[in-house]
């Protein structure tokens, strides 16, 4: 008999434990989808603040709605491009393309590696949640030596952001120019 009400004691311990705990990871997922929905919506409103200035930029510009604009340009056939406007020259700063501006770049010895380290701006007039760029390695007499992609997390419009990546197995005396470029997905 006092086996049994141990036992049943146990159970009865285990199955308010376990409830507490699935009570609390229900809670935590949440939580989480709370953040994401909110994420979400920010989203989708800076979205549609996006498509309102569009619709203004095309029904100012000719006096048509977007979807005439579109139907008669596919009709047409003609190549449609847009006048972007040229981000001013930055002083101290290197023109890297793509609206991207780099200042600081460093290659730092790094055990059998090197850490390329610097800061980049981004003026292109969007916002990335990713941006990937590419650095191009030449070494003292011009040839091409190595090439390394690297990526920068959410580097908003009109915002400065300090970058680092290791290069593997590339000694940093080896490094005499280098190009940095912005990679289109």
């Known amino acids: 008999m006092r086996r049994f009400s141990i036992i049943v004691l146990f159970i009865i311990f285990f199955v308010i434990i376990g409830k507490n705990s699935f009570a609390q990871d229900v809670s935590n997922k949440l939580q989480l989808l709370e953040i994401v929905i909110s994420n979400l919506v920010s989203r989708v409103e800076s979205l549609e ?3 309102n200035v569009l619709e203004k ?3 100012g510009v000719t006096g048509e709605t977007p979807s005439d604009v579109k139907s008669k340009r596919r009709m047409d056939a003609e190549v449609y491009s847009e006048n972007f406007i040229q981000p001013p020259a930055m002083e101290g700063y290197e023109d890297i393309g793509n609206g991207f501006f780099v200042k600081n770049v460093r290659f730092s010895p790094f055990g059998e590696n090197v850490l390329f380290t610097g800061e980049i701006t981004n003026k292109s007039g969007k916002n990335y949640r ?4 590419k650095v191009k ?3 003292d007499r ?3 030596f190595k090439e390394e992609e690297f990526t920068i997390p959410d580097i908003p419009k009109d915002s400065t952001k300090s970058f680092e990546s290791m290069i593997i197995g590339l000694p940093s ?3 005499s120019k280098y190009e940095i470029s912005f990679v289109n997905k």
Do not use: S, V
């Open 142 to 144: 011009g040839a091409f």
């Open 137 to 139: 390695i030449y070494d």
């Open 130 to 133: 990713f941006a990937k760029f």
């Open 57 to 59: 930029h095309l029904t």
């Open 49 to 51: 603040k996006r498509i």
């Open 173 to 175: 005396a080896f490094i």
